[in-house]
């Protein structure tokens, strides 16, 4: 214990014989104004003392590299106009600041960017300790989750079930259906442990670490056989050959899936059961997402390790958080004792750590003992990332009483959650984090380690909108399903989208345009039980432009349509037509949903005219989606034509460099 001390002691000197950098210095803080006519992304930030440049990055949102810098400024500049966007699009900036010492910015801006209808399949793992105890909180929790475009496939397992076992289940549901794209742990279901690492840099903690990316890597191979070193401190970081524990530092290969857990398992401090602690979690992340909580876009930021030699830990907060909340509404402040005060949506706090503590942060006993009134909480310190311990300070402020639902490491390596702005999950960038190598910089000590971990709901987002509701369905002839509902009581809905499904939380597909009124007639099925959910859309704006955001679905009970075929007359068709990505580098994948079955021409021509693609094909009521290449094209704008007997659709689209 006295080696631990010391190098705690080390860690805090160290920490003060840097802390006059501060982490800002290292962090461009970015936000952003847009403008539809002409269309323009206009980036802002604040002025860095030492540099002498800055260069500017742009990407899609889902390539894989930024290529050569599109803007290089100079010291004094603060502001970039972007006019190469289009609305109904989002792209992704880098900006680095040089000089004496290297500065990092990130943001995710858009003009009008699109809703995200459809998240994919989402494996639902649930601990059945939990069973009956938490029954009515798991299943809210399943509705929300298909009302947020997941499709759901539960599973509920015993604590005991091996590791292994638990990833077959993953790897069988996924081969059956390839849209599955993420794994939520309720409970204390198997912690894999994997490698000799010691991300902290504490020699004693060396060892195996807790490792949920096992559960999201499905293709790569793990051995237990190659470590064999029991000198930790900690008898759970023991990693020998057939223990059960992985060999593996780093991911085999790049996970496929978003995970994360909600695990409350030995964590006394707080006076509670596990079933106390998930019961009041699960209903408080519900309350979340029904807009029913009073959150300020605010984020606080308690740093206690300053530039740390450059790793400068709370940039993790610096570098993102402007994007999200904007410049002028992040605070530096002690954490706890400002989230017992006020609500802060984004917290960020670092320090010295124990299994239990962050100094000048505070302890697991302060989150016991005061509110934590923070929904998106990232700390860093030594030991507490390893997060299967008792009483462990990354778990204890999902295990308050008031609304904080996520914690992750960040740190060692770094997190660049901008994503979010524009209506992503922190699943999605938990995945993105546990990927990355070079993509997001610095990225610091620990990239592709096997323990970056994300504690909480992976489904939560940043804007909710208060949701329609009573949605009812009914038959009203052979050739109509008639269903209404009852508005969003949020003025600044601009309509509703109505879905379907065979199952109660299978994979909703968007039946319908934008709807303003709060009814709609479904004339295109066939006999059989389907369910319908109703989604309230509204226009956003953030410190990174803006976007549509969609409500939690309200669903209808199952109901039983018959269609008499021989009276079925075509009602008339509705299509719309939806691109993704765009801007695209190398092909681009085109949804053309209608409300009938129909034979098109697809087609892509420039602003000429010319033609450049042509190809039919058959349409089937709901959506149908096509893969089209397009390395081959120039850089530049397009349009995509889509041809029926009913005239023609089209939609603007740009091909990146």
């Not at 390539?63 to 010291?75: Q, R, T, V």
């Not at 570098?319 to 904007?326: E, I, K, M």
């Not at 096997?450 to 909108?465: E, F, K, Q, W």
Request: with cysteine; hydrophobic share 40%.
């Amino acid at each position: 214990m006295a080696k631990r001390y010391l190098i705690i002691f080390a860690l805090l000197v160290l920490g003060n014989a840097s802390i006059a950098q501060s982490a800002k210095d290292y962090s461009i803080q970015i936000s952003a104004k847009v403008s539809e006519q002409p269309p323009q992304i206009i980036l802002s930030w604040d002025s860095i003392a030492y540099a002498t440049s800055y260069q500017i990055f742009k990407k899609p949102k889902n390539s894989s590299s930024w290529g050569p810098a599109m803007a290089f400024l100079g010291a004094s500049d603060t502001m970039y106009v972007d006019n190469a966007v289009i609305v109904d699009s989002s792209y992704e900036y880098k900006m680095v600041a040089l000089g004496v010492q290297t500065a990092y910015g990130y943001i995710h801006a858009g003009i009008k960017a699109p809703a995200i209808h459809n998240r994919g399949a989402l494996v639902l793992l649930v601990d059945d300790f939990f069973i009956p105890s938490c029954t009515n909180q798991i299943n809210q929790l399943v509705r929300d989750l298909s009302g947020d475009g997941w499709e759901i496939i539960r599973h509920d397992l015993p604590r005991t079930m091996l590791d292994t076992s638990i990833k077959n289940l993953i790897k069988a549901d996924r081969q059956a259906n390839p849209r599955v794209s993420a794994a939520l742990i309720v409970g204390h279901l198997a912690v894999p442990y994997s490698g000799y690492i010691y991300p902290d840099g504490h020699p004693d903690h060396a060892g195996a670490w807790p490792a949920d990316v096992y559960y999201a890597e499905l293709d790569g191979t793990w051995s237990d056989n190659l470590v064999n070193d029991a000198g930790a401190t900690r008898p759970q970081n023991h990693n020998i050959p057939g223990d059960g524990k992985w060999d593996q530092n780093f991911l085999p290969s790049s996970t496929e899936l978003q995970v994360s857990r909600i695990d409350f398992y030995d964590m006394p401090a707080f006076g509670k059961t596990e079933i106390q602690m998930m019961t009041t979690y699960l209903n408080r992340a519900h309350r979340y997402k029904m807009d029913s909580l009073n959150i300020r876009r605010v984020a606080l930021i308690d740093d206690n390790f300053g530039g740390f030699g450059g790793e400068a830990f709370a940039g993790n907060g610096w570098r993102t958080y402007a994007g999200l909340v904007g410049r002028e509404n992040i605070r530096e402040m002690e954490l706890i004792n400002s989230l017992d005060d006020s609500s802060y949506q984004w917290a960020y706090g670092c320090g010295a750590g124990s299994y239990t503590s962050s100094a000048g942060v505070g302890t697991t006993n302060d989150f016991a003992q005061n509110d934590v009134n923070g929904i998106f909480v990232q700390l860093f310190g030594s030991y507490f990332g390893d997060w299967d311990s008792q009483n462990n300070f990354l778990r204890a402020p999902l295990c308050s009483d008031v609304p904080a639902l996520t914690s992750c490491w960040a740190g060692r390596p770094n997190w660049f959650v901008h994503h979010m702005a524009l209506g992503e999950n922190i699943g999605y960038t938990a995945k993105l984090m546990q990927n990355n190598n070079t993509l997001y910089t610095p990225g610091n000590f620990g990239t592709r380690y096997v323990h970056i971990a994300l504690m909480g709901d992976l489904s939560l987002r940043t804007d909710y909108i208060k949701p329609p509701k009573n949605l009812t369905v009914q038959q009203t002839n052979d050739t109509t399903a008639f269903m209404n509902w009852v508005q969003s009581p949020d003025t600044a809905v601009l309509g509703y989208y109505v879905y379907r499904a065979s199952s109660r939380y299978g994979n909703f597909q968007r039946i319908s345009p934008l709807l303003t009124n709060h009814n709609f007639a479904d004339h295109n099925f066939s006999t059989g039980t389907y369910y319908y959910q109703v989604r309230a859309l509204k226009p956003v704006m953030t410190p990174s432009g803006g976007y549509y955001n969609l409500s939690i679905g309200a669903l209808s009970d199952s109901i039983n349509l018959v269609t008499n075929t021989a009276s079925v007359a075509l009602a008339e068709d509705s299509k719309e037509i939806s691109i993704y990505p765009n801007p695209a580098s190398h092909h681009i994948t085109v949804g053309i949903t209608g409300t009938a079955a129909a034979k098109a021409t697809v087609r892509i021509v420039d602003i000429t005219g010319k033609e450049l693609y042509a190809a039919d094909k058959q349409l089937v009521r709901g959506t149908t989606e096509m893969n089209i290449p397009v390395s081959h094209l120039p850089a530049g704008v397009y349009a995509l034509l889509v041809e029926t007997q009913d005239g023609t659709l089209a939609r603007k689209w740009v091909k990146a460099d």
